[in-house]
């Protein structure tokens, strides 16, 4: 059995990103005094909080597609894969809250290795039903 270690410490280190992410979100409402539960009064807490949000509605696609890409390809390549995802989440948070119009950079880049990783492991999984039939 593939023991995945490299794809198991990407998942990881996306989490930690994501975390960190939360954790700004908590630095701005500070800084802003907007406090909880209120989401809005202040355009930088809202970016972050925005930022925050998005990652999360994109990390499930992502991580299907890195651990499905692992075990139907290749664990370091699908690791590196996700390495360049989480550059483009840090590119794309750093761009958002300073002017949401640099998010598209960051956002490409992810969504990029998302696509590589979620159509290339379903590509993998059809081949392998068409030519193996398991």
Same mark, same amino acid.
């Given at each position: 059995? !593939?023991? /995945?270690?490299y ?11 994501y975390?960190?992410? @939360?954790?700004?979100v908590? !630095? ?7 406090? %909880? &539960?209120?989401?809005? @009064?202040? &355009? *930088?807490?809202?970016? /972050? =909080?925005?930022? /925050? +949000? ?5 990390? &499930?696609? #992502? ?8 075990? +139907? ?6 690791? @590196?894969? @996700?390495?360049?995802? *989480?550059?483009g989440?840090? =590119? +794309? %948070?750093?761009?958002?809250? %300073?002017?949401?119009k640099?998010?598209?950079?960051? #956002?490409? *880049? !992810? $969504?990029? %290795?998302?696509? =590589?990783?979620? #159509?290339?492991? $379903?590509?993998? =999984? ?9």
């Amino acid at each position: 059995m !593939q023991p /995945h270690s490299y794809v198991a410490l990407v998942t990881i280190a996306a989490l930690l990103v994501y975390i960190w992410m @939360g954790v700004r979100v908590g !630095q701005a409402r500070a800084k802003s005094g907007v406090a %909880a &539960p209120a989401m809005t @009064g202040d &355009p *930088i807490l809202e970016r /972050h =909080i925005r930022v /925050h +949000y998005n990652t999360l509605e994109w990390l &499930p696609i #992502f991580l299907a597609g890195l651990w499905l890409f692992a075990i +139907y390809w290749n664990d370091l390549f699908a690791a @590196g894969l @996700g390495l360049v995802w *989480i550059v483009g989440r840090i =590119i +794309y %948070a750093l761009g958002y809250v %300073a002017d949401p119009k640099k998010r598209e950079a960051g #956002f490409m *880049i !992810q $969504l990029a %290795a998302t696509a =590589i990783l979620l #159509f290339g492991a $379903l590509g993998r =999984i059809v081949w392998t039903l068409a030519v193996v039939g398991a």
